[in-house]
């Protein structure tokens, strides 16, 4: 939408009231109230607060709003644009530190292996999501919840024969760097582990999982050892 200078309206001074929120407030912050409200079209904003502070500080009723993440969102549900587009814009947002960005196991799985028909393993996306915000406690987001999320994404990734051994370890070395908490990363790999182990052994009850299950948790152990808070370059 910016793109396209035509987008841009902006208002003079003689068309705001005299009140603070909109003579002392920047004009790309109170501009579009100002022209939603007299041209009764919705706001597309993350603000939505401002909104309601105009109305009591100027008497005129705060416009509709939509947020533009539910936007992206439903755009992306309905493939009209990329996951590549809308991470970007997940990205975006978390550097703002915008409340409250919603994500799954779903939605990681697809960072890390696209959502083609051609997997492209890319492991290093998972900090596009920026975990040390959005899953943090700070965040509202209480750790066992955080790391029940993370733990089902790993399980995924062990369980699934298709993923290769040493992918799976890259994978584990970005979740374990990026994952918010104030706990040793060493503690935090051996919980991961065996979380994932305990779960993997009462899955395996009922199916016959792949050799290269061990292996894999073998090296989520291995790394978890050798692991000092440093980037590691795995191959």
């Known amino acids: 939408m910016e793109s396209n200078p035509q987008n841009i309206i902006a208002i003079s001074n003689a068309n705001k009231s005299d009140c603070l929120s909109e003579q ?20 597309l904003t993350e603000d939505f607060l401002y909104l309601k502070a105009n109305e009591l500080d100027t008497n005129k009723k705060s416009p ?21 587009l809308y991470l970007n814009f997940f990205t ?16 990681i799985e697809k ?5 083609g028909l051609i997997a492209i393993v890319q492991p290093e996306r998972i900090r ?8 943090s406690t700070e965040y509202g987001v209480p750790f066992d919840k955080a790391f029940l999320m993370i ?6 990734i062990l369980i699934d024969d298709s993923i290769p051994s040493k992918t799976a370890e890259r994978i584990f070395a970005e979740i374990l760097s990026a994952f918010p908490s104030q706990m040793d990363k060493k503690i935090l790999g051996k919980m991961f582990t065996q979380v994932c182990s305990q779960t993997i052994n009462r899955y395996s009850q ?8 061990q292996e894999k948790i073998r090296l989520f152990s291995q790394f978890t ?6 980037a590691f370059l795995l191959f």
């Open 24 to 43: 002392k407030i920047p004009s790309e912050l109170c501009d579009a109230c100002i022209l939603a409200q007299k041209d009764n079209v919705p706001v």
């Open 64 to 84: 509709e709003y939509c947020s533009s993440f539910a936007l992206i969102r439903v755009l992306y549900e309905q493939k009209e644009i990329t996951f590549d």
């Open 92 to 107: 975006y947002l978390s550097s703002y530190r915008f409340r409250f960005l919603p994500i799954d196991v779903d939605d």
């Open 111 to 115: 960072a890390v292996f696209g959502d």
């Open 128 to 135: 596009q999501f920026n975990f040390l915000l959005i899953l």
């Open 151 to 156: 733990a089902r994404f790993l399980f995924e």
């Open 206 to 213: 009922g199916i016959i999982l792949g050799g290269m299950v």
């Open 225 to 230: 050892e050798i692991y000092n808070g440093k």
